[in-house]
Each structure stands twice: as structure tokens, then as C-alpha cells.
């Protein structure tokens, strides 16, 4: 069976500072990993994909996750966080291409201060 | 491009009626999966249509059921509407070469009284 787990429900960081959205995998299978970001009120919008071409993949608005098999990890970054930042972010798995069904973890609530 | 989108916006039921979502993917794509995401979770995959087919279906009750029309667009149905069915409702596109590639419209809120 596969899963991910983000590993805090809550993170706040200060304008300009960097941002960490930490999260582990499980998969039996060669993952297809995601990052969405949901901002309140709206749907779902693709940050970045990892598929096995690279392990670190570059994504929208400065965001970048690096993929770690031997720690099982899928790790969501950026340099420096900006007040649009503030957003509740997604860490998914799935099976690959053939396979339609998206596993979400809980979610992690991203504030910036400023 | 016309992204995905999705009606009505908000929807307002009381238990044991029935309600219907309709949701229009995104331009060029032919693959439609529903979610349902509860308040504070994240989404929990309902099924996926394709060619006018159930293709993958989640851990749902038959109470819920869709359909798939000719230009792709979609419909999910719910019956015996539960308290516990009260949840944002999300319609994802996607092409049949790469199905988990999934792009979401902004859902349907879903409040049943």
C-alpha cells in the first residue's frame, strides 16, 4: 500500500527566510510524487512532479523538492518565503501514469510573517 | 486555455436527498477523476472516468456514482445525502497518457443539514 506522511500539520516562517514542507513516502512501487498548494477557499494547483528523470525537480514560484530514496523522503523547498507563500501545501503519491488514484497526506499549513 | 471548472460553487442539502456535480476538464484533456475532501483533510480519491467508463474507484459507498459524457465533461452523483457527506467536493483533468497528472478545479462546497 502506499502513503505519505507530512511530517508537521503547521510551519511559520518570516518573510525572506527559507521555507522546509517535510515528507516521507511509502510505495511498493516506483512513485510518482507531487507537491499541490491550496490556497483558502480555491482548488488545488500542481507545484512541481517528480517522476525518476531527476531527483531534484524545480517547480512554479521559486519552489523545489528533492527526492531521496534512501530516506524515503520527498522534501518541498524555497529560499525565500513570501507573504503569498501563506498557503496549505500537499505532499501526493501514486502508482505512475496508468494509475489515476492520487494519495494525499493531511497537509501542512504554511504561515509567513512578516 | 480554459482551465477546469466545476458547478455550482456552493450547494446547500438536507439528509436523504440527492445532489449532482458537474465539472468540465480541461481543454485538450479527456480523463476525470472526483475527490472529496472533509474539512482539515486532504483530498480522498472518489473514482476516475475515462472513455465514458468507471475506471478507478475509491473506498466509497454506491451511494455515490458518476458519469462520463461524450465531450468529456462529467457528473458525480450522491444519494441518501449523510451529515458526513458535508465536504468540499473536487473535479481533477487529466490525459489518458499520464492520468496521475491531475488538474483541479476550485470544487464544489457541499454542506448537507
Known amino acids: 500500500a502506499q502513503s505519505v506522511t507530512q511530517l508537521d500539520s503547521h510551519v511559520s516562517v518570516s518573510e525572506g527566510t527559507p521555507v522546509l514542507l517535510r515528507c516521507n513516502y511509502s510505495?511498493?512501487?516506483?512513485?510518482?510524487l507531487f507537491w499541490y498548494v491550496q490556497h483558502p477557499n480555491k482548488g488545488l494547483q500542481l507545484l512541481l512532479k517528480?517522476?525518476?528523470?531527476?531527483?531534484l525537480v524545480k517547480g512554479i514560484n521559486g519552489f523545489e523538492a528533492e527526492f531521496k530514496k534512501s530516506e524515503t523522503s520527498f522534501h518541498l523547498t524555497k529560499p525565500s518565503a513570501h507573504m503569498s507563500d501563506a498557503a496549505e501545501y500537499f505532499c501526493v503519491v501514486s502508482q505512475g501514469g496508468s494509475q489515476g488514484n492520487l494519495i494525499f497526506g493531511k497537509g501542512t499549513k504554511l504561515s509567513v510573517k512578516p | 486555455d480554459a482551465g477546469v471548472t466545476q458547478s455550482p460553487t456552493h450547494l446547500i442539502k438536507t439528509r436523504g436527498q440527492q445532489v449532482t456535480l458537474r465539472c468540465s476538464p480541461k481543454s485538450g484533456h479527456d480523463t476525470v477523476s472526483w475527490y472529496q475532501q472533509a474539512l482539515g483533510q486532504g483530498p480522498q480519491f472518489i473514482f476516475q472516468y475515462y472513455e465514458e467508463e468507471e475506471r478507478q474507484r475509491g473506498n466509497f459507498p454506491d451511494r455515490f456514482s458518476g458519469h462520463q459524457f461524450p465531450n468529456y465533461s462529467s457528473e458525480l452523483n450522491v444519494n441518501a445525502l449523510l451529515l458526513g457527506d458535508s465536504a468540499l467536493y473536487l473535479c481533477a483533468s487529466s490525459l489518458v497518457g499520464s492520468r496521475d497528472t491531475q488538474y483541479f478545479g476550485p470544487g464544489t462546497r457541499l454542506t448537507v443539514l
Open positions: 510505495s511498493s512501487y516506483s512513485p510518482s
Open positions: 517528480y517522476t525518476s528523470a531527476a531527483t
